[in-house]
Every structure is written in C-alpha cells, then in structure tokens.
C-alpha cells in the first residue's frame, strides 16, 4: 500500500472559499479513484491561504486483474442479436463460449482485464481534481488556457515516496510553471513532470523543500512556519489572544466567525496587541467593534466589567524583528482613521432627528414594482397597529412611532459607512433625541430574527414592528409573483418566512395569517409557510407529513393552534391505538373511495338509518362513533387536541369489530350504502383533526 500527496500551491485563496474547495477536493479524487477501482483507507484535505492539500492513504500500487463473464443471446438467436453482444462486449464470436442452463444454450463471453498502474493513473486523477474545483469566482491570467481562483504557482504530486510522472491522455491544454498539464502542448510530447518541491512561509523561509512523503512535508512546513491544519491555526490564535488579553488584565470577546476567517489569511499566526485611542471610546460599541472586526480583523477585547476595552487584538502572518511594534503602529493607524470618520458620522448625525430622515426614504427605491422604502414604511406602519391588536401588552403608539422610525437610520451618515448597523444605529440615535426605550429597542430589533441562531424580539413593540416588516416583503414579492425558486431566494424570503414562524411560536401569538396576508396571495404563500414550517420543526424531531397533514385541512393559519395540532397528532400516531386506528382509517377510506369511483357519487358522511343496522358490531360502531364526534368536537372546539385524539381512539376496538364480522359490499343497495356512509363518516371525523391520507407509513 502506498501513499498520494497532492498540493496545489498558488496565490493567496480567499480565506471563504478555503474549505469548500479542500472539501470539493477530496469528493473529486475520491469519487474518481473508486470509479476506476482504486480502492484506499482515508482522504484528508488542507488548506492554508497559499495551498490546499489532499493525501490519500493506503492506496494500491495497481488494480487487480479482473475477470467477469456475461451472459448473452441463445444460440439460436438470430446473428444480429449476437453480434451486438459482442460489439458491446468488445469481444469475437470465435471467442464466445457456449453452456447449456435449464432454459437452453447460451452464449457467454469472458472478459479479462489488465489491472491499472496507479502511477500512470495519477495524472489524470489529479488533472480532474485541479482543474474541476467550483470557485465562486474565478480568474485567468497570463497566456493560460484556464481558470483558477488565483494564479497557480506549482503542482507537487508524490506516489509511494516518489514524483509522478505520467502521460495525458485527455483533458485541455494547461501550462502551468513551465509544466505541460492536459493534453500535451507540442503533439510528440507525451509526458510532463510534476514538481517534488514546494516552499514554506512566503517570508520567512521562501527556499524551496524537498520532501519524499506527507509526514516529511508536513514536518519541514511546519519548519518552514507553515501551519497545514487550519483547525490548528484556530486554535492557536484563539489560545494567544486569550493570553496576550489576560497580560492586559482584560478578556477576548468570544469571534469564532472571525477566528475562522483569520486562520485562512494567516500561514503562521503571532498575535500582537494594540491600542484604540481614547477620544473614539465615547462612540457606540458597535460602531468600534464593526470598525475593527469587518474591516481590520481586529479581536475586540473586554475589561473586567465586561465592557469594549481601549484595547484589540491584531494576528499578523510573520514573527517580526522588532517584535511586531511596526505591524501595531500600522493597524492602529488604519483603525484611528476609520474610527475618525465613524465620530464624524456621529457627530452629524445625531444632530438630526430621525422623523426628519423620513421623507429622505422616498428617494431609496426597495424595489421597482414595489415603490421605494418610505412607501414601504407606510405600510409597515399600518400592518404593525392592526397585528398590535393581537399582541398582549402591545402599546399602539409605541408600535406607530417605532413603525414610522424603523428605517430612518438608513439614510444616516454612520450606516452609510457602516451599512452592517443599520437598526443598531437606529436605537442610539431614537435615545439619544429622547425616545422610549421601547421604540428604540422596536427599532433595533425590527430586523431580527435573521437566521435561527439569532435571538428572537419579545419585547411587544418589537414582534410588532419586525412582524409587519417581514409580512410586507413576503406578501409584496408574492404579490409581484418574485418567489424563491430553487436555491435562489435573492429576497431572503425564505428567512423572512422563519422570521415570522419563530416571532409567533416563540411568543405564542394567536394573529390570523390569512386576514393579514390578503385573499389574492394567502393560499399559495401559507402553502410556503407549510414548508418552512416543516424545515423549522426538523430539528424537534417533528415528522414533516404530519405538519402536511395539518396544514392541508386548508382553514389553519394560526401557526399556534397548527403546532398544538401537530404535536397532538405525533403523539396520537406515536400511540398503539393511534397505529391500528390509522390502519384502520386507510382501510374504510379505500373502501369508500373506490365505490365512489365506481358509483359516481361521493359518500360524505351522509345520514346514517339506524333501522338499516343489522349487525351487532355495526350497531356498535354507529353508537360509538355518535359518542366519539360529540367528545371530539368539544375538545376541538376548546383546542384541547390531545383530549380529541384520546377521544378518538376509542374507536380503535369497534372498528376492528366491524371489519372483521361485518361485510360492507352486500347485494341489499340500501344496507351497502348505509354501511358507506357509516364508514364514510370515520373518514370524515378524523379529518376534522388532520388529513390522515397524507400520514405516511
């Protein structure tokens, strides 16, 4: 068993697509190699700014020899039928063999075939693997044939300890270092050679290294201050920052996001500590930290009492000779111009009251069939008071004027600058001229929830407020026929729609959708809502048929009483009378469809005759089931569906009852339609509850 170590050494990769492409690496060679029956133990991927990495263990030195029979035509099979087998199978018919078998003589062609030599094999391998990465966004340099996410610098490929050398059979024409990769560039070239060779840190060791397998790369990287495992380099900014912060007496603001992202800039990380000038403390924590995080890479640091410190961590990519006071000096440049311009925003903008931005809005277009922001804002406005009316404690002022502010903030200086705090900026600026709390919170909260790790607003005003705002986008874009198709939901109107689930689940709101949403789009769009509902409950362990099956009764849009339903029926399907009642249920409703089909008519429950009740047991399930739909129904009609579901399952013995002594397809026309309808009103009972056709299983 021998080993493959792969590295594609290039420009900087941007630090986002680093481990999508190692990922997308290691399915391409693995999906390749036991397609061509390459069989191996394990595939690890690496990524670092400057190089992915793939290594492939315990892969065979070759293929085995395969042979495999295969059974043709009869003998007596006309001769094109032979033939054709033995085009297909690449074989003579004076290499046929015949055999007899129960059902005759057969033809059967024996195929041998030559096992593969994994290093003549690894060319192609690794010209599928380079040169099929999807990247986001791509770029083609110099006179090069091809495209890559940066310029490629090498292309190191060792087999067993030793370079690969192998001839191109397929693929276009790649230059790449002086190598030929592809087909060959001149028609009498038949081979290339991949290099054995890579480089470490680009300033602090860039000499070239020679290594003969992974465990020797790996160890002279590292020699060469190159961190291979970006969980690694994590972890190791991760544990200096803390460190270097409690030097300072102070704490690292928890950023795995932007830990992550450092590590796919840095190759060797040394992190440094710098300082934020003191003038620039009075503004919004956010602002310093957005200022620092999304456009310096800066580690916010705290203070004991858990407030931003004039303090920020900074990784650079080099040990330098002065101990990195250059590199500090540099970033806390950088960081006091921007934070400079951010205290001028702030200056400005608190001058100015956020009911005066408001006619600024008009100019902001949300979208072209939509109208602009101040359009939509006046719509938000309205839908936020009439859904107030269903949230207790909801102050109708409060939402009004959180409402009519909750945009403002757009058309400051600071979110212009800063377009990530848009909301945020809202709330300071709604304190600062006076505003309630409640308003200012609204303001802020509005946007949220934005995914399903975002906290969700309780505050009254602020489920209001971020309700209406994601309801108008949902039934706007509805309305102008802009839904998310396929992956593609450039509105996030799937997020929209998770919004608006969690702020009523969360909250237990009872706010009828469909008034809300309007009768031109609020079947279709509570149709959408069924589907995210079914993403939304996955994680509880909520089987998505039985939200289907709730959902399909067509006249549920309180998403509260929808759940309790839900839960209600898991738990009832989940029982043992609940499975033989289901059972049951498919079984009277196959009955009663397929005479219906036949018949022409629909049995729904019509009158049953009681003076046609001849059997015991129909009897029996008649009286129950009248005592069965009075229960049921006061138990819906209270929303106590479990109380419904237990009701129900009385019916469980009866019904097995009537099945099993009780024939339904008599000749009497009277007594087989009045046994349908007595069937007929077991189907109809339970769908009051859900649409039990669409339980699955």
């Keep these: 068993m021998a080993e493959l170590l792969l590295e594609l050494l290039s420009e900087e990769i941007p630090a986002r697509m680093q481990d999508r492409a190692a990922a997308d690496l290691k399915r391409l060679v693995g999906e390749a190699l036991k397609k061509d029956g390459f069989n191996f133990s394990s595939i690890e991927t690496y990524s670092t700014p400057r190089r992915l990495v793939l290594v492939v263990n315990d892969l065979p030195t070759e293929t085995p020899n395969i042979k495999e029979e295969k059974k043709g035509p009869r003998t007596d099979a006309p001769d094109k039928a032979v033939q054709g087998f033995c085009t297909a199978n690449s074989v003579s018919k004076l290499d046929l063999q015949i055999r007899s078998t129960e059902k005759g003589e057969f033809y059967f062609a024996v195929i041998e075939k030559a096992g593969l030599s994994t290093a003549e094999h690894v060319p192609l391998i690794v010209e599928l693997a380079a040169f099929n990465l999807s990247w986001p966004k791509s770029m083609r340099w110099g006179n090069a044939s091809y495209t890559w996410v940066r310029p490629l610098h090498s292309i190191l490929v060792m087999f067993d300890g030793k370079p690969v050398m192998g001839s191109i059979q397929r693929g276009t024409s790649y230059k790449i270092a002086g190598l030929n990769v592809g087909s060959p560039l001149v028609p009498d070239e038949k081979t290339f050679d991949f290099t054995s060779k890579t480089v470490g840190h680009r300033f602090m060791a860039p000499d070239e290294i020679t290594v003969s397998g992974f465990a020797d790369y790996r160890d002279k990287l590292r020699t060469a201050y190159v961190m291979l495992d970006s969980a690694e380099r994590r972890s190791v900014i991760e544990q200096d920052a803390a460190l270097a912060a409690e030097a300072e007496g102070l704490t690292l603001k928890p950023d795995a996001g932007l830990i992550a992202e450092v590590a796919g ?223 593609k939901d450039p509105f996030a109107l799937r997020r929209a729609a998770l919004g608006v689930i969690r702020l009523i689940v969360e909250n237990g709101l009872r706010l009828p959708l469909n008034n809300l949403f309007g009768d031109d789009v609020a079947t279709d769009l509570l149709g959408f809502f069924a589907d995210r509902l079914k993403v939304h409950l996955k994680e509880r362990g909520v089987r998505h048929d039985l939200i289907a099956a709730v959902f399909a009764l067509g006249d549920e849009d309180d998403l509260v009483r929808l759940l309790a339903r839900v839960e209600a029926l898991q738990d009832f399907i989940a029982s043992e009378d609940g499975e033989h009642l289901l059972t049951a249920y498919r079984r009277a409703a196959n009955i009663v469809r397929i005479e219906e089909k036949k018949d022409g008519v629909r049995y729904d429950g019509g009158a049953i005759d009681q003076g046609l009740l001849q059997e015991d047991d129909e009897r029996a399930l008649a009286v129950r089931l009248s005592e069965v739909t009075k229960l049921a129904s006061a138990a819906r009609d209270h929303e106590e569906y479990a109380t419904a579901m237990s009701a129900l399952a009385e019916l469980r013995k009866p019904v097995d009852d009537f099945f099993d002594r009780v024939t339904v397809n008599v000749e009497d026309k009277e007594l087989r339609i009045n046994r349908l309808n007595l069937l007929s009103e077991i189907r109809v009972e339970l769908d009051l509850v859900a649409d039990f056709s669409k339980i699955e299983g």
């Design 265 to 487: 800039l840095v190759e060797w990380p040394v992190v440094l500590i710098g300082a934020i000038d003191p003038e620039f403390m009075g503004l919004p924590a956010e602002v310093l930290t957005t200022a620092m995080r999304h456009h310096l890479k800066h580690f916010a640091l705290l203070d004991a009492d858990g407030n931003l410190a004039p303090r920020f961590a900074v990784v650079a990519n080099i040990h330098a000779v002065d101990g990195g006071k250059q590199i500090v000096a540099g970033n806390e440049r950088v960081l006091r111009a921007r934070l400079a311009d951010a205290k001028f925003f702030w200056d400005q903008d608190v001058k100015r009251s956020l009911e005066s931005c408001i006619p600024d809005l008009d100019a902001l277009v949300f979208h072209a069939k939509l109208g602009s922001v101040g359009e939509k804002v006046t719509r938000i406005e309205a839908l936020a008071v009439e859904i107030a009316k269903s949230i207790e404690g909801a102050d109708e002022a409060e939402v009004r004027e959180a409402a009519r502010l909750c945009k403002s903030d757009l058309v400051t200086g600071m979110v212009g600058e800063f377009p990530e705090l848009q909301g945020v900026m809202g709330r300071y600026y709604a304190l600062a001229e006076g505003k309630c709390e409640a308003v200012a919170t609204a303001i802020a909260e509005h946007y949220a929830p934005q995914g399903p790790n975002d906290p969700c607003p309780t505050a009254p005003a602020s489920v209001a407020v971020a309700l209406a705002d994601k309801i108008d986008s949902l039934v706007g874009f509805w309305a102008i026929d802009e839904k998310p198709t396929g992956s």
